[in-house]
C-alpha cells in the first residue's frame, strides 16, 4: 500500500496493445473512452461515486521505474524501442469525472479519459479497478445507513476485508457513504476521519470476572463506556454486570453521559428489548445499545421491524466485502476517435445484448432536478457540444421506448452539469478534499433521491436519456452496422 507507483496495476493486455498501438497504429491519436457500469448492485435504484481521490493520486504518479522497465524486458515479449518509449512515459491526456460521493445511475459516463491511444489504453485497469470496488463498498454502505434510519453506522470490518487495501479504501468509502466512523485505525490517520470501537470478548475472559473487566474497562475510558454483555450470558450476567458497573461509576463520580452496552450475538430483537427494559428500570435510560453480528440492510430492517431497541449498529464483514454482491460491474469502453479537423467520431459497440450496445460520441452528462422538491428527475446524456438551458423546454424520453416523452417547461426544472476536470492536458486539476466534507456532500446528494427510489426492493429507477442527437446519432450507427 506505500507504493505510490502503480503504474504496472493493469492487465498484461494494455501493454501489448500498448505496443501495437506503437508500432502498426497512430500512437498520437487522440481517443475518448468512457468508464460506465450497467446495473445498480443489489437491483437497487442508485450507486455512489467513490474513488477519485486515489484515481487522481494514481495517474498523477504514472511513470515507469527502471525496475519496470527491467521486469517488462524480462517478459521477452517487449521491443527495445518501444521500451524506451515507456521509459520516458508521461501522461498528456485529459480526465473528467463525477465528482466523488455523488448519485451516479447505470449507463453515463463516471469517467471520461480523453488522451492518446496508447495513454488512454495503459488507464484502463487501475480506473476500474479503484472505482469499481470503492463505489461498491460505498453504495452498500449507503443502504445499510438508509436502513439504520438515522442511527449510526460504525464500520467494524477490516478483519474480513480482502487485504489491506480494500480494507483501508473500502472503509473510506464507507464513511464517505454515511458511516460514523471506521475502526480500521490506518483509515483515520490517513483520511482524517474518527476511529471508533469498545473491547473484545478477550478482555473479559482475560479477568477473574466479568464485573471486574467491566469496572477495569469504566475505570480506563469513563468517557467512552460501552461494555460487551454477551461473553457468558447476556440477560444473567452481562447486562446486570454492566448496570453494576454503572452504579460503580456514580459512586465514584465518573460521567455517566457516554455509557452502553453493545450485543454481538444471540436474537438480537429479543435481547435489546429485555436489555432497554433493565437498563431503564436501574435508572440509566441515556445507555445506548449497539448491535454487531454479520448485519446488513435486510437484517437491520427486520430488527426495526420486531420492534428492536437499538441506538447504533456495527457492521463489518457484509458492508466491507459486499458480500452478497461482490462485483460493481464497471466497465471501460471506446466511445468516439478524434479526426484531423479535431471533430469526434462517434464509436459503438454491439451486441446480441441490449444493454451492452454503448452510447457513442465524445459525451457529457446534464443532472435534471424538479425545481420544487430539489429531487432529481432524470439524467440527460447528450454530446460535448450540445447546450441546454433552463430558459427553455427540455425534452425527455425513454431511449429504449422512445415513444415515452416528457416536455418540462421552463420553471419546472434545474439543471447540473456532472462531469468535473481531473486532469487538464496532462496536468493535475484536481483539488482535494477532506474526506469528511466528501461525506456532507453524499449525505446532501443521497437527500435529492426519491424516498421510492431508496426502497431496497423493487425501487424506482431514475431514468437516464439521451438527447435527440446523440439518440438520432447511435440509431444511425447501428444501421449502418446490421448493413455490414
Known amino acids: ?233 447476556t440477560l444473567k450476567s452481562g447486562v446486570p454486570n454492566a448496570i453494576k458497573t454503572f452504579d460503580y461509576m456514580k459512586e465514584k463520580g465518573l460521567p455517566l453521559d457516554h455509557i452502553g452496552i453493545r450485543l454481538d450475538s444471540g436474537d438480537l430483537s429479543y435481547l435489546t428489548k429485555k436489555a432497554r427494559r433493565m437498563l431503564d428500570d436501574a435508572g440509566y435510560p441515556q445507555a445506548k445499545i449497539t448491535c454487531s453480528n454479520d448485519l446488513d440492510e435486510y437484517l437491520i430492517t427486520s430488527l426495526f421491524d420486531q420492534g428492536a431497541c437499538i441506538d447504533s449498529f456495527g457492521v463489518g464483514t457484509n458492508l466491507i466485502t459486499a458480500k452478497d454482491n461482490p462485483s460493481f460491474g464497471g466497465v471501460y469502453k471506446l466511445a468516439a476517435v478524434q479526426l484531423p479537423d479535431g471533430s469526434f467520431e462517434p464509436k459503438i459497440k454491439l451486441s446480441e445484448n441490449t444493454e451492452k450496445i454503448t452510447n457513442p460520441g465524445n459525451k457529457k452528462t446534464y443532472r435534471v432536478y424538479e425545481k420544487d422538491s430539489g429531487k432529481i428527475k432524470a439524467d440527460l446524456i447528450c454530446f460535448e457540444d450540445e447546450t441546454f438551458t433552463e430558459d427553455q423546454p427540455l425534452l425527455l424520453f425513454d431511449p429504449q421506448e422512445p415513444w415515452k416523452k416528457t416536455i418540462l417547461q421552463p420553471g419546472e426544472f434545474t439543471l447540473r452539469s456532472m462531469l468535473i476536470p481531473l486532469f487538464e492536458n496532462g496536468e493535475c486539476v484536481y483539488q482535494f478534499r477532506p474526506t469528511m466534507e466528501i461525506r456532507d456532500y453524499c449525505l446532501k446528494e443521497q437527500d435529492t433521491l426519491w424516498e421510492e427510489s431508496r426502497r431496497l426492493v423493487n425501487p424506482h429507477q431514475i431514468y437516464v436519456d439521451l438527447s435527440q442527437k446523440l439518440y438520432d446519432t447511435k440509431i444511425s450507427l447501428l444501421d449502418q452496422m446490421s448493413r455490414v
Request: net charge negative; hydrophobic share 40%.
Open 1 to 233: 500500500m506505500d507504493r505510490q507507483n502503480l503504474t504496472l496495476l493493469t492487465d498484461f493486455y494494455e501493454l501489448t496493445m500498448m505496443q501495437g498501438y506503437y508500432k502498426h497504429h497512430d500512437a498520437n491519436k487522440t481517443v475518448v473512452f468512457d468508464a460506465f457500469f450497467r446495473n445498480n448492485p443489489w437491483g437497487g435504484g442508485y450507486s455512489i461515486m467513490c474513488g477519485v481521490e486515489q484515481l487522481v493520486k494514481y495517474i498523477k504518479e504514472l511513470h515507469f521505474s527502471q525496475q519496470d522497465i527491467d521486469y517488462l524486458r524480462s517478459c521477452r515479449i517487449f521491443d527495445e524501442d518501444f521500451l524506451t518509449y515507456l521509459a520516458n512515459f508521461k501522461f498528456h491526456g485529459s480526465v473528467y469525472c463525477m465528482p466523488e460521493g455523488s448519485l451516479i445511475f447505470p449507463r453515463e459516463p463516471l469517467v471520461k479519459v480523453v488522451a492518446p491511444i496508447m495513454e488512454a489504453q495503459l488507464v484502463e485497469t487501475a480506473i476500474l479497478c479503484i472505482v469499481n470496488h470503492q463505489s461498491l463498498i460505498a453504495t452498500k454502505a449507503a443502504r445499510i445507513v438508509h436502513a439504520a434510519k438515522g442511527a449510526p453506522i460504525m464500520e467494524f470490518g477490516l478483519r474480513r476485508s480482502q487485504g489491506p487495501d480494500a480494507g483501508t479504501y473500502g472503509a473510506r468509502a464507507a464513511v464517505i457513504a454515511g458511516c460514523t466512523g471506521t475502526s480500521n485505525v490506518l483509515t483515520g490517520e490517513l483520511f482524517d476521519v474518527p476511529v471508533l470501537g469498545t473491547h473484545a470478548h478477550s478482555w473479559i475472559m482475560s479477568f477473574e470476572s466479568e464485573l471486574e473487566a467491566f469496572k477495569t474497562y469504566a475505570e480506563l475510558y469513563p468517557t467512552a463506556c460501552t461494555l460487551l454483555v454477551d461473553t457468558y450470558d
